[in-house]
């Protein structure tokens, strides 16, 4: 994409034009001929929301229009009303001049932002706005214009090219010039934030689940050896157990049928049995908690008590440390009864939940005596029914049965009880792990291996133009912007800091048109950064910003012969060569009426 054309109009007033080539551009000559103007024009054009300063030979126009073209050969032109927030009107010509009205900021719908980032293949990217807050911002036209435009304020200044890198800027800048290399922007950065406030969460279920465990296993420790000592010593007591029931069976093989009745009654006994146990114990603890709930909301009520009466009588002693209480003292109630107040109704919401579990559990116990008694009752009857010595022996083992029976069953219940302890631990160490894994700040993703591949572009840039120590030149990923010989670009004076951020766009500008992530034009004001007066004027130049006439001819050479397949636009006082003229397209302003060009505007 390049720009074809600016224009300036008004009613009753002469265009003020200017027709751009793809390849170099070059606007000089001499100062206030409107040359800061025209890159007034672009930034307006581009959204800025500011018009460009009402200059006296401007006076009149009241519109703004430029001309691009794309890559295959389609026209768009975008005009504008120069006057503040007004919108901007699309043509495209290749689409039989379909008009769009467009809101000069990302916010409006259809706005400028999204139709000219969708050209590049830059729309709807995210940029993260801060690490901590995981606020973030979308990549617009206006972050974007950044690497576009620069005027001869910003050209010159001591920022990096990507911005101020101020506060929280500078996570905006680093997140803009990733993507930028990358292609891939910081679109996670609002599933970080929504896992993060999920942490609180986690957090809360993991007090409760430690809770449970100081409450009703207060054993140190984790080891799987109690549960191994456990089950070793419960196959023993099967071992005894199953001896037992073959010596039984031995003793009443006589009678099958009743021996297989009893044998699926006594099946059913112990699935029952085991139930009953296991609710029995389960209901002891939750009795325990109740009691804790109760205690806990009784202490709560005696400490509203407490204050409310030591409000009410500023005489006495406190009834909980025997000091005695100035009356001076301000004790707020209020707050005292809403937070006991409020912790009452979570422990009676506690307690609500606990009754009706416990309900459950003792009409599960009720259902659960019922059913062994009845079956216990039925084994007895088929015992008598054996009756004789068989009787007898059955007796004598049910005995033997019923200790180990009770036996087992305790050992069964310890084993369920720390299977459970075991599976809150692994309950707590997994959500440790989503806790851990859940980040407290977002982290930009490193693109070094991108900006190295940039840096490369510009230190060849510096090294055509014979930049001193060009070819030491170093991007910087914390300030964003090029260290030479060991020195900031900062820390050089006006000139060279000018030469240097030039560099770095137009490397900039190699590395994405590459990738089709850069339109392939770029405006720069006063990247030579020399005043001149009008042609006949030869006053000597401010030293500060001067550069060698070597590294003026390198430069414009280069513009000239590098980049014929970009557009490059540069408005200076400096002029290049003669002998380069026509590798160009040059267009001077004399500042004068009787020599060529007087300026952008017309002279009336």
Known sequence: ??????????????????????????????????????????????????????????????????????????????????????????????NDNL??????????????????????????????????????????????????????????????????????EKTLERSFIKTLLTGEDDADISETKKNKSSKESI???????????????????????????????????????????????????????????????????????????????????????????????ERLEANTESATYMEKHRIANCPLCGNEIDKDDEINIDAIEKANSSEISKIDAHLEDLRATQADAKKSIKIYTDQFSSIMEQISNLDKKLGGSIGRKVKENRTILNDLDAARSEFRKERDLEIKRQEVFKEIGRLKAEYDDIRDTYQIDDFSKEAYELNKKIVEILTRWDFPHGNKAAFDLDSLDIIIGGKPRSHFGKGYRAICFSAILLGLMEYLSSKSRH??????????????????????????????????????????????????????????????????????????????????????
């Open 1 to 94: 994409m390049i720009i074809k054309k600016l224009e300036v109009k008004g009613t009753d007033k002469q265009t003020a034009s200017l027709d751009f080539d793809i390849g170099l551009n070059v606007i000089a000559g001499a100062s206030d001929t409107g040359k800061s103007y025209i890159t007034k024009c672009f930034q307006f054009i581009f959204g800025s929301e500011t018009p460009p300063k009402p200059i006296d030979q401007a006076k009149g126009y009241t519109h703004l229009v430029v001309t691009f073209e794309t890559k295959h050969g389609g026209r768009f032109v975008l005009s504008r009303a120069l006057k503040e927030k007004s919108d901007i009107v699309c043509t495209e010509i290749d």
């Open 99 to 168: 008009e769009t009205v467009l809101k000069p900021t990302h916010k409006g719908t259809p706005n400028l932002s999204n139709f000219f980032m969708s050209k590049i293949g830059l729309d709807n990217k995210i940029l993260a706005k801060g690490l901590e807050s995981m606020n973030h911002a979308s990549l617009t036209l206006r972050i974007f214009e950044r690497i576009l435009i620069v005027d001869e304020e910003r050209i010159i200044s001591e920022s990096s090219p990507f911005g101020k890198g101020q506060n929280i």
């Open 203 to 297: 957090k809360k279920k993991l007090d409760n689940l430690e809770d449970f465990l100081d409450m009703f296993f207060p054993s140190n420790g984790d080891s799987k050896k109690p549960l191994e000592q456990m089950d070793n010593d419960l196959d023993k007591l099967e071992a005894v157990y199953k001896q037992a029931e073959q010596e039984l069976n031995i003793l009443i093989q006589s009678n099958k049928f009743l021996v297989k009745e009893r044998e699926q009654l006594k099946k059913n006994s112990d699935l029952v049995g085991r139930k009953l146990a296991d609710d029995t114990a389960l209901l002891g603890r939750f009795q325990m908690l109740e009691k804790k709930y109760i205690s806990d909301r």
């Open 519 to 604: 339109p392939g034009f770029i405006i720069l004001d006063s990247p030579l950064t020399t005043y001149r007066k009008q042609d006949e004027s030869l006053e000597a130049y401010n030293e500060e910003v001067i550069l060698t006439n070597n590294l003026i001819y390198a430069f414009y050479r280069d513009l000239s012969d590098f980049y014929k397949d970009k557009q490059i636009i540069v408005l200076d006082n400096q002029e290049p060569d003669e002998d380069l003229y026509a590798s160009m397209n040059y267009i001077h302003f004399s500042g004068n009426e009787k020599v060529g060009r007087y300026g952008f505007f017309p002279i009336p």
